[in-house]
């Protein structure tokens, strides 16, 4: 192995979580190498686009810091910026609520996000994908071995390390979009009920077009495909569909450990999507940060590793707790004939919905 295969840090995968841990690990001096199976790294487009505002993720995750310095969205990788969004019942009559998201190009954003990481010194490996892990050797499709003092496992939910060195199980829902040609208005929406059996469905519209898609949960799905379920949600919007896209979301929350000695994991690997709303690519940067953090502190000071899961859990343990019995709660009532749940959505129960959505607490106790 030659020496410029010797780094402090490999990052395995240079999505959301793998360029944030780069950029945060090499700003404090890392040597970081981030390795990726695609060239360009965020193609093709596997996402709803949708993120919040800096200021509804304030909202959303009160105990994180500095949101504003992790979030530096370009103005090219974002498409539309909306202010309402819609919680859609099947009988299709919305609840409406005030809130600011980002509907993004996703693409442009993760490029923005490598060029951050480049910036603070880490260097990448694209169109390489990663075979397995050894010890401190991670080898790549074709036989190369690269060696780092921290494997982080970043590769989303069909992550490498995660599949060989922990023996953890997600609950992963499917998921099918297109994006479509038209004027679709101005609010996102979210839809709820047997058109996404355990799921949702969504219409973010664009500065053009819309982004709209579905995921569901197969165990709910009375033996209907997902091809099924998506071809009929989409086909009650008319356009011309552009791109076809499709992918898997772990949708069970993140799971026990994320470090097992000099191996961590992050974002969709580590399961970190919010269940609730099904927000990975803000929750993927704040584990990002984390992580790069404290690798930088371990390398220059001796810090442990653990302390990363100490700092989520400070930051994030709330949220993500209160997001998964959100989504434990939902998956009960969108058991639910379409009857039922039509009448569950109403202007009563408006406040409790958008406090599960938003992943806070439902009810006094619960
Ligand atoms: C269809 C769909 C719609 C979604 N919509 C939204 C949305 O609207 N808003 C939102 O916030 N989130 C959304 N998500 C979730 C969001 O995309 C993820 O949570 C987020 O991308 C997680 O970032 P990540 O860096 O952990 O993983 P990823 O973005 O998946 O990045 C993983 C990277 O690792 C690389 N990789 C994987 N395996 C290997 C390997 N063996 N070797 C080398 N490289 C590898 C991949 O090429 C990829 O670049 C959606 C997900 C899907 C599938």
């Given at each position: 192995m030659s020496k410029s295969n010797h780094h402090d840090v490999i990052v395995i995968g240079g999505g959301p979580a793998g360029s944030t841990v780069a950029r945060y690990a090499s700003a404090r001096g890392a040597n970081v190498l981030v390795i990726d199976?695609?060239?360009?790294?965020?193609?093709?487009l596997q996402c709803g686009e949708l993120v919040p505002s800096n200021d509804e993720m304030k909202r959303l995750?009160?105990?994180?810091?500095?949101m504003d310095e992790l979030f530096q969205t370009?103005?090219?990788?974002?498409s539309r910026i909306s202010s309402k969004m819609h919680i859609v019942p099947p009988s299709g009559k919305p609840l409406k609520f005030d809130f600011e998201g980002l509907v993004l190009n996703r693409v442009a954003h993760d490029e923005a996000l490598v060029e951050l990481a480049k910036q603070s010194g880490a260097k990448y490996l694209v169109d390489s994908h990663v075979e397995r892990v050894e010890g401190h050797n991670v080898i790549v499709r074709g036989g190369e071995t690269y060696s780092a003092k921290i494997i982080v496992g970043a590769?989303?939910?069909?992550?490498p390390l995660r599949r060989d060195h922990w023996n953890e199980s997600s609950l992963k829902i499917p998921v099918k979009f297109v994006l479509m040609d038209g004027d679709f208005g101005e609010a996102v929406e979210l839809h709820f009920g047997s058109m996404a059996p355990g799921g949702y469905a969504w219409m973010f519209p664009k500065s053009s077009g819309a982004n709209i898609g579905l995921g569901i949960q197969r165990s709910f799905s009375?033996?209907?495909s997902l091809n099924q379920y998506a071809e009929e949600f989409i086909s009650k919007y008319d356009g011309n569909i552009s791109f076809r896209g499709a992918g898997s979301l772990p949708m069970?929350?993140?799971?026990?450990?994320?470090?097992?000695g000099h191996y961590m994991l992050v974002g969709d690997a580590a399961?970190?999507?919010?269940?609730?709303?099904?927000?990975?690519i803000t929750i993927a940067m704040i584990g990002g940060r984390i992580a790069g953090q404290v690798i930088a502190e371990h390398l220059?000071?001796?810090?442990?590793?653990e302390e990363y899961e100490q700092r989520w859990n400070q930051q994030m343990g709330k949220v993500m707790r209160n997001s998964k019995r959100a989504f434990r709660f939902g998956s009960m009532l969108f058991r639910l004939p379409n009857w039922m749940l039509n009448l569950t959505f109403n202007r009563l129960t408006k406040g409790v919905i958008w406090r599960a959505v938003t992943c806070r607490r439902m009810f006094w106790l619960f």
């Open positions: 199976g695609r060239d360009p790294i965020g193609t093709p995750c009160p105990d994180v810091p500095d370009p103005e090219e990788a974002i590769g989303g939910h069909n992550d009375k033996g209907r069970s929350g993140t799971i026990r450990t994320f470090v097992k399961g970190m999507v919010l269940p609730s709303n099904g927000a990975g220059t000071e001796g810090t442990s590793l």
